[in-house]
């Protein structure tokens, strides 16, 4: 990732080798690019290019060293799941680039305009039964790249992760308090507490998307795409719905300080529990429900740490203030445990 405060991906050297690769494995492919193409996004973590073609818009793909994976993921996703990861057109897993098919209309299009989350429930549960395919294949995905942030491991990753005072920023304008930290170290034993517990209910650890917004899942017709898996990990499954009920407390406006659940979030939850009762009663399911929420905080800051830590100048300062943020929310949700 760029240690400099602009973007590789907006150096013409780097974009001169991408347009020749796109033009290159597009005619592999027998596809005739029929305009500019244009860059929508660039991030410090990845970039995208937009091509018009002559079987439609085509998307390109680039992504920091940290999540270089991804390429490898997704190609390997398509092969298990062809009807709901990006139809790949190239994919140069050295160097992290992949180009694709449009996959159709962010999910977002049709729920925020209306604030209607009914869309959610086919998504949400098509989701939890790649989760239950993907969890028979752990070792593959693990031998991809993909972080491995099983349960077993949490407790000194996490732990790793509060000796970081930079990320941390103690003492710092949106950083930790020295009483946040010290809050947080004194709770490293609860929280391998929590893991063993969580463990004992029996889920069986998969893929985690990691940002699973409305944003990232495509729709067409029938067909359900998630795409961006740049943030992908392997732990526990249902810290996917972190960021989920993140997503529609965006869309519905709701008070993002309020931890519960809304009625319409009980109501995906119930959709995406209802796919894992193949494997275990519901009671079982909301007790690891209960448990997987600060767990869910604890990975959530583990993926942001990884994202800032190479960053520097005012590009990390941009982002500086969420590993902390993302801490102070476990410790909301390790207080409202309930044993």
Known sequence: MTLQNTL???DPVWLTGAHTWIHAETARSGIRVTGDIEQPHAYPWSTVLRIPSSEGTLFFKATAAE?????????RLAAWFPDCIPELVAVDRSRGWMLMRDGGEQLRVRIRPSKDTRPWAPVIARYARMQIECSQHVPELLALGVPDWRLAKLP?????LLEDTRILRVGQPGGLTIEELGELNR???????ICSRLSAVRIPESINHGDLTDGNVLVRGDRITFFDWGDANITHPFVSLRT????VEISLELDGDDYGLSTEMMELLNVYLAEWEVLLPRHELDHAFSL???VAS?????GWHQTVSPLEGSIREEYAWIVPEVLREFLIYESLLHD
């Open 187 to 193: 709770l490293l034993p609860r929280f391998d507490d």
């Open 67 to 75: 999540t270089i994976h991804e390429a490898a993921l997704t190609e």
């Open 292 to 294: 997987s929420r600060c």
């Open 298 to 302: 604890a990975v959530k800051a583990l």
């Open 156 to 160: 000194a990753r996490f732990q790793e």
């Open 244 to 247: 989920l009920f993140v997503s």
């Open 8 to 10: 590789r991906w907006e």
